[in-house]
């Protein structure tokens, strides 16, 4: 019994991280309907720069983890000015490939810098709590309280202020929300820095329990353009209940069916529904 | 392109042995070839049929693995095995097409990433067929008839050459037919090639299935060439770096997927010490491309001559109206 | 010659064409008018296959082809532009209008393999259809330019080029003279008598109503997705339902 409940713990950890990642994923594409191939990029620069923090400055993982959500989330609007920006009119193709091309030189320079090599990052939560014979190391629980406060905020963020709002309308209407006034570029810029800053932070919640290496983004970034698929491109319930789905696939794949395989999981859900619906799961008129 | 350039290309391609310094770069030169061959392939799905397919080098590597497996694994010579690596990945292109050419745009990319991801798990982890993370050794080499030796560098290259003219030749003439058209007709917009009379589904697949067996034939070649592969083959950076091959040589275009390919890979061969720092330089270039010059070397090379072809008529027409009109008005002025 | 029946499509619960039922005659130049977001394009994209109809049932020339896909549609003689249009830009006019003739035509893998007889013959035809349809639309001169080098105007025109190289029995234009000068307008409207003087029945939304009055032969309104009055232009021009319908609506119904 205790070993299904420790998958149930695996599920929700794994669904988490997937679910932060794919909410910032989500976000992006929703709002400005491109898929950002460079997010993963962005995930495994958030982990390396709070391990830069922690390991070379020797700042606190909280410290750490709010310094590398604050230089991704500059990075990611360095993406939508420099980038996706100038293409905003291009064929879809373009944007496409020149995330790839962030994707790619964002990697060399990681590489450059820390060479290739998988690294250990420590956080101060190395301890383990016992509730009655079901083992929960710290770390995991706090990748599923954080991940629960972390959406929370969000929903309330988009729905109770004004800069919230101006992001939902122009999820919904973009050429009405430009009528009434509402700076698209603004919304741009903050809907990348929100999905950076999310992408870091997820990256560093789960950095302690897995490592750290220049090509861990593209394992995640894969999934979590399956969950949005999944659940829904630009809904925020979606991605988390996306994120659960495919983690919880995993975790009870991976232990009761085969470890090597596991990953495929995700893909083997793509594969299916896309083969069925080839609209998605959920789709909001035309897309 | 005039028939005297290529003609002019050819034949530096058939010296080229001889003017080469070693057999190392004999070898490098038939690897661009063989890069080349896959990368006209991605020409055919995505320069010329719009559609982003981020599997092709997993169809590279499945090519690669039938052959390997094919000779080493069940005794097959190679000319058999290259056949068996082209109607495999036809096939699978064939299957993974019906699924995926249904999907919109984006969600074809994703997908397409996700397969050659799969592609890629399936040949590490499946042990008992591809040897996992071993790889596939002592490939056979292309079966001379005992009139030439394949392993050697030189008679492989000339192999390669031939394969690559006639992928070339076969381009040439789709895109210049009905057939290239209508996947050009496609790539401007489905909704107007489908009020063209234009079945989608039908056009769409038959590219598909083109460009995987381009790729197929690139990776059979390949494994042919260096006669052992891994799970390396079909890591996602091989369908990176033809993305850019294509795009730095000119996307949809005849010439481009040469260019880039030979270009980029002799460019970095040079630049060897700038091997670790490749990335740092062709990720901004594929966006500085993608903005500035999203036609290529190619393209924007044969916009130039159309615009400087365009410019000189109209002057000619002039030219010859001022003709005329001096003829006329010195014959009005004489019968005046 | 097009004859729609009680033509329902919903989006979700939202009914963007509800129950039209009309009847458009060979050889004349029908106007689909109404306000914005009535239906209109909706209204094409269901004769043209691209969207399948809830309910209804469209018949071209007695022939059920309400649950054809697009390209079959195409191929039993409806032509259609669109609001913007797509072409390959570092390409010539003509090479852009060859693959107009595609449909007619059998060509396929193997043909271009070999380059087959027929292929070379189908490839001379679609050339010749291509150079026709350009000329009918006046841009003959015009044919080895670049689309990238003509103007918005000559653009549209090759759009209708396209249209009519796939030898249409009827076009659908979807607001063709939108973004044109009076004097361009008044050249297309010129064009659309030309066509159907060849034998064409025409098709188009618009919202410049002193070129559907002068153009057309009947006018059918449609008003959320409803059908709310048919008629020649003066009927049309009188009834206090449209005239409504436009007040309401905030259309430039300049008369």
Redo the contacts between chains.
């Keep these: 019994m205790t070993l299904f409940l420790q998958q149930i713990m695996n599920g929700l950890t794994l669904g988490s991280i997937y679910g932060l990642v794919a909410l910032g994923l989500t976000l992006v594409?929703g709002i400005l309907?491109i898929?950002n191939?460079a997010h993963g990029a962005l995930y495994m620069v958030g982990a390396f720069m709070s391990y830069f923090f922690m390991v070379d400055l020797g700042a606190h993982y909280w410290i750490a983890m709010a310094g590398s959500a604050a230089v991704v989330a500059i990075l990611a609007i360095l993406c939508e000015r420099?980038?996706f920006h100038?293409?905003r009119n291009?064929?879809?193709?373009?944007?496409?490939?020149?995330a790839?091309?962030?994707?790619?030189?964002?990697?060399?320079?990681v590489?450059?810098f820390w060479g290739a090599d998988f690294r250990r990052m420590s956080s101060p939560f190395t301890g383990i709590m016992n509730f009655d014979g079901l083992i929960i190391p710290e770390q995991r629980l706090l990748i599923i309280v954080s991940a629960f406060a972390l959406v929370v905020a969000l929903q309330l963020f988009l729905r109770k202020t004004m800069t919230g709002a101006t992001i939902i309308a122009m999820a919904q209407n973009r050429e009405g929300a430009f009528l009434v006034g509402i700076d698209s570029n603004r919304v741009a810029m903050m809907t990348f820095a929100i999905s950076g800053g999310l992408a870091a932070v997820a990256a560093t919640l789960y950095a302690p329990i897995n490592l750290v290496y220049p090509a861990m983004g593209?394992?995640v970034i894969?999934k979590a353009?399956?969950i949005i698929?999944l659940g829904g491109m630009g809904s925020v319930p979606g991605a988390i209940a996306g994120g659960m789905i495919i983690g919880f696939a995993e975790a009870f794949g991976g232990f009761y069916i085969s470890t090597?395989?596991k990953?495929?999981i995700a893909?083997g859900l793509?594969?299916l529904i896309?083969?069925l619906r080839?609209?998605?799961l959920f789709t909001k008129g035309a897309? | 392109m005039k028939p005297g350039a290529k003609l002019a290309m050819l034949a530096f391609a058939l010296v080229f042995p001889f003017l080469a310094s070693n057999e190392y770069q004999v070898y490098v030169m038939a690897s661009a070839f063989v890069w080349a061959i896959a990368v006209y392939g991605l020409n055919i799905i995505?320069g010329y049929c719009?559609q982003?397919n981020l599997a092709h080098g997993g169809f590279f590597a499945i090519g690669a693995y039938t052959l390997g497996l094919l000779t080493a694994d069940a005794g097959w010579g190679f000319w058999p095995a290259l056949l068996g690596a082209l109607f495999m990945t036809a096939v699978l292109g064939f299957l993974v097409g019906i699924?995926?050419l249904?999907?919109?745009?984006?969600?074809f990319?994703?997908?397409t990433?996700?397969?050659g991801?799969?592609i890629y798990?399936?040949i590490d982890?499946w042990e008992e067929l591809t040897h996992g993370a071993i790889g596939v050794r002592d490939i056979a080499a292309p079966y001379g008839f005992g009139l030439v030796d394949f392993t050697d560098t030189t008679p492989f290259y000339y192999l390669v050459l031939a394969f690559l003219v006639f992928a070339i030749w076969?381009m040439g003439?789709?895109s210049r037919?009905?057939?290239?058209?209508?996947f050009?007709?496609i790539?401007?917009?489905d909704?107007?090639a489908?009020?063209?009379?234009?079945?989608?589904m039908r056009n769409k697949l038959?590219a598909f299935v083109?460009s995987t067996t381009y790729a197929g034939l690139a990776g059979a070649l390949y494994a042919g060439m260096v006669r052992i592969i891994g799970p390396e083959e079909a890591n996602?950076n091989h369908t990176?770096d033809m993305?850019t091959y294509l795009?730095v040589g000119g996307i949809g275009t005849l010439t481009g997927p040469l260019l880039g390919t030979v270009g980029i890979v002799w460019i970095t061969q040079s630049l060897q010490f700038l091997e670790?720092?490749?990335?740092?330089i062709?990720?901004?270039?594929?966006?500085l491309l993608?903005?500035f010059a999203?036609?290529g070397i190619s393209?924007s090379f044969?916009?130039w001559m159309?615009?400087k072809a365009?410019s000189l008529?109209p002057g000619k027409k002039q030219a010859q109206s001022k003709v005329t009109a001096a003829k006329q008005a010195g014959e009005a002025e004489n019968n005046a | 010659m097009l004859k729609v029946e009680h033509l329902t499509k919903m989006f979700g619960g939202l009914a963007a064409v509800n129950d039209v039922s009309v009847e458009f005659e060979t050889g004349k130049i029908n106007a689909i008018i109404g306000p914005n977001g009535a239906g209109k394009s909706t209204f094409f994209n269901l004769i043209?296959?691209?969207h399948q109809p809830t309910s209804g049932r469209i018949l071209l020339d007695g022939v059920d082809v309400t649950h054809l896909?697009?390209?079959?549609v195409?191929?039993l003689g409806v032509?259609?532009t669109?609001q913007t249009?797509?072409?390959?830009e570092?390409?010539t006019v003509l090479?852009n209008l060859?693959?107009?003739h595609?449909?007619r035509?059998r060509?396929?893998?193997w043909?271009?393999?070999i380059?087959s007889k027929r292929?070379q013959r189908?490839?001379k035809a679609?050339r010749d259809k291509a150079q026709e349809a350009l000329d009918f639309v006046e841009l003959g001169h015009v044919a080895?330019?670049?689309i990238a080098?003509i103007t918005q105007e000559e653009r549209k025109r090759v759009a209708f080029a396209?249209?009519l190289a796939?030898d249409p029995k009827i076009v659908l234009l979807d607001e063709p003279a939108a973004g044109v000068n009076p004097e361009e307008t008044a050249s297309f409207a010129r064009l659309m008598r030309k066509m159907v003087d060849k034998g064409l029945t025409v098709c188009l939304i618009e919202h410049k109503m002193d070129m559907i009055m002068n153009l057309a032969d009947k006018i059918m309104v449609l008003d959320h997705g409803e059908k709310i009055a048919e008629g020649t232009p003066e009927e049309i021009r009188n009834n206090p339902v449209v005239i409504e319908a436009y007040l309401g609506g905030g259309e430039d119904a300049a008369a």
Excluded at chain 1, 101 to 109: N, S
């Design positions: 594409y309907h898929p191939f420099l980038v100038p293409l291009s064929p879809p193709i373009h944007d496409k490939i020149a790839i091309g962030v994707l790619l030189f964002l990697e060399a320079v590489q450059m593209h394992l894969m353009f399956v698929i090597a395989y990953d495929i893909f793509l594969v896309l083969s080839p609209q998605g897309h | 995505t719009g982003l699924v995926s249904r999907l919109k745009e984006h969600y990319a994703i997908f990433l996700c397969v991801f799969i798990l399936l982890k076969f003439r789709l037919s009905l057939l290239g058209r209508t050009i007709a790539r401007n917009g909704e107007l489908q009020s063209l009379g234009i079945n989608l038959l083109l996602i990176f993305i795009l670790e720092y490749r990335m740092i062709f990720g901004p270039l594929l966006v993608v903005i999203p036609r393209g044969l916009t159309h615009r365009q008529a | 043209s296959g691209l896909p697009s390209d079959k195409a191929r032509g259609r669109f249009t797509n072409l390959f570092q390409a090479d060859i693959v107009g595609r449909l035509t060509s396929g893998l043909d271009v393999l380059n292929l189908e490839e679609a080895g330019q670049f080098d396209l249209a796939t």
